[in-house]
């Protein structure tokens, strides 16, 4: 025993006729952990049907939907508003998915924590073998949610804009993983890691830019710094100058244009026009009523609930007076 002592061998301990040997020079290096760790992960989560298998599934259904919804949007005039709708539910909800994964990270974190109390490996290698064995599973899903999404939808059709999409979006779930890795591992159980990792991943997309612009939000605590450090404001301005910069929207289509131009030239007064009226002008206005925009009214109709927003050219040359006389209760709003 004492030679094996001399050898390098720190601890030996008598177990069942067998002694139990602690070698100390024979601890594997850094690589060897880091290697043994990531395939280890892997394989637990190529078993483990709810770690990622399952949100790939539902991330691809999901993306099917969305691209569904926002099917060919166009150039229109309408087609900024669902531009900028589809692409904050990408960065938005998308990564707001990640959630799921808090049972397998209790489980996970459970082994660790008496393997690390054991001093087999240290946090460093684990955290960044736990990144590289999932590492495959989030390509696949910024992958298929990026190539079903853009090319449903038809944001651009370069090849380039459609990497950057990618990138963003496994940038952002990678980011949020790693967030809710930090959580699982400050929470007793999984049900609390939900409540927690759900207010977390709601803040940051309270104040992403979406649902309120960021010069809008409060400067105090909102503004600076949590959009700052908010990975989501980054991401979806990245989406939206991606997406936006060097796209052309058509103008908005405006039938009552023609009508007002028509009834100036005519003489007419009429007080009120029917919806007959305005069904026929549409048909007949068609490309000459795709203009520049200047004014933006207001006009009540019957079917319609509340009124109709219009915008009118610069070469009607309109005023609140002289479509007063043709309309009563027609008004500007606002000059553009």
């Known amino acids: 025993m004492q030679q094996m002592q001399e050898l390098g061998f720190k601890k030996l301990w008598p177990l069942k006729g067998f002694w139990l040997i602690q070698e100390g020079k024979a601890k594997a290096n850094w690589w060897k952990q880091l290697s043994t760790l990531t395939r280890r992960s892997f394989i637990n989560m190529w078993r483990d049907l709810g770690y990622y298998w399952v949100r790939i599934i539902v991330y691809i259904l999901l993306s099917i939907c969305v691209g569904t919804v926002f099917l060919d949007v166009g150039k229109g005039y309408t087609a900024i508003l669902a531009h900028g709708a589809c692409g904050g539910f990408l960065s938005?909800?998308?990564?707001?998915m990640s959630i799921g994964g808090f049972p397998s990270f209790i489980e996970e974190l459970k082994v660790f924590y008496k393997?690390?109390?054991d001093g087999y490996y240290g946090v460093a290698v684990y955290i960044l073998s736990n990144f590289l064995s999932s590492f495959p599973y989030l390509t696949v899903m910024s992958f298929g949610t990026s190539s079903i999404t853009y090319y449903m939808v038809k944001f651009r059709p370069e090849f380039s804009n459609f990497f950057f999409v990618f990138l963003d979006l496994l940038s952002s779930i990678a980011t949020v993983e790693s967030c809710m890795m930090t959580i699982a591992s400050l929470v007793p159980n999984y049900l609390m890691g939900f409540v927690i990792g759900s207010g977390y991943i709601g803040i940051l997309m309270m104040t992403s830019g979406f649902f309120r612009l960021l010069p809008d939000i409060p400067k105090v605590f909102?503004?600076?710094?949590?959009?700052?450090v908010n990975f989501g404001s980054w991401g979806l301005q990245g989406a939206y100058k991606n997406d936006m910069i060097g796209l052309e929207f058509r103008s908005v289509w405006c039938p009552v244009t023609s009508l007002l131009r028509h009834s100036q030239v005519q003489g007419e007064n009429s007080p009120h026009a029917s919806d007959d009226q305005?069904?026929?002008?549409d048909?007949?206005?068609d490309e000459e009523a795709i203009f520049q925009e200047d004014f933006l009214l207001a006009l009540p109709f019957k079917k319609t609930p509340a009124c109709s927003f219009f915008v009118f050219s610069r070469g009607s040359q309109l005023s609140d007076s002289s479509l007063g006389a043709h309309w009563p209760g027609l008004r500007f709003l606002r000059k553009l």
Do not use: K
């Not at 938005?92 to 707001?96: A, H, K, P, S, V």
């Not at 305005?278 to 002008?281: K, L, N, R, S, T």
């Open 92 to 96: 938005g909800f998308m990564t707001f």
């Open 115 to 117: 393997e690390r109390l």
């Open 222 to 228: 909102w503004r600076y710094p949590v959009s700052y």
């Open 278 to 281: 305005f069904q026929e002008d």
């Open 283 to 285: 048909e007949a206005a």
